[in-house]
């Protein structure tokens, strides 16, 4: 076991690179333990262009490697390790991963969130076949083909949009007869000669062979059903805190999402925060779950410090 960090900071997307920015900055030790690779969310977006700085919009990848760049500058280690387990109670908090154990003084909960799964027949055994949730990592294998993108909220729409550089057209199915998403995002799509929408329908079934082929809709309003030729279904119907480790351990709300007070996202374990889509919050975006880190790490700061105890 490589001793005992200031800080372990669990997942390394927006929230959990500026939180060890800031520690690591701030001299503390601080480790970062991600399972996959730096970014979250924030790497399967294709083009982010409300992120402030960049006037031109920035590729998710991009952005994530400089901030990992920018976080490991000040010293932070990386080690790539999914999380298995936890014990959070007392000054040593042990984390087990599936390759090894760490410890740490303080936590903080950066594990964000992965979209939700439609759950209807096909979904899974196509998934990899036809069936994707990234369109920045998949969309290039639609070249000249047909695809549809189901949901009305601001990941749907915009990947929309940007599978039409790929594809020949693409059909966004959503169930009500109006769209969440941000309206310049909306107005981009509604623009797009190759962009068509079926509203008040749902995907029923997804169908295929050895990859997909249609899927079966269902109109909401008038009952009717059709089947709509497809080489690709791109699914963006929300998202699920990756906050199941955690279950039994921490508070978490009906969602699954991990309890943790809005003024300095402490949890009700002393010593250890929740930052960014893992927690409860209005705004989802790579700006918010920034502030999250930069406001766990200045908890962690106090409690290491001994300043103030964590408000809870
Ligand atoms: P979301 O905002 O949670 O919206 C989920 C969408 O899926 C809604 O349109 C919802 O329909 C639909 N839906 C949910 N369950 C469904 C089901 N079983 N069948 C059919 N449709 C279903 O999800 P998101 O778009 O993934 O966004 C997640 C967060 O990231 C949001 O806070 C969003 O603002 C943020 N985000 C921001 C940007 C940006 O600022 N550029 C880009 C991407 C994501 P209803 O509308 O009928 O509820």
Redo the contacts with the bound molecule.
Sequence with gaps: MPGVYDVVIIGGGPAGLTAALYTARARFRTLILERLAPGG?MAT?EH???YPGFPLGMNGVDLSLRMLEQAERFGTEVIYDEVERVELAGPIKVIRGQLGSYEGRTVILATG?S??K??VVGEDKFTGAGVSYCATCDGALYADKRVVV???????V?EASFLTRFASQVTI????D?????PI?VERALQNPKIQVMYDT??EAIYGERSVTSVAVRNVKTNTTETVATSGVFI????IPNAGFLAGVLPLDRGGYVLASEHDLSTQEEGVFAAG?VRPKS???VATAVGDGALAAAGVERYLSGVIKTER
């Design positions: 969310q977006t982010i262009e409300n969130a979209p939700r439609l759950g189901v949901g009305g909220a601001d990941s749907a915009e199915i959503h169930r009500r109006q769209f969440r998403a941000a995002i749902v995907v963006y119907v929300g998202l889509d705004l989802r975006q």
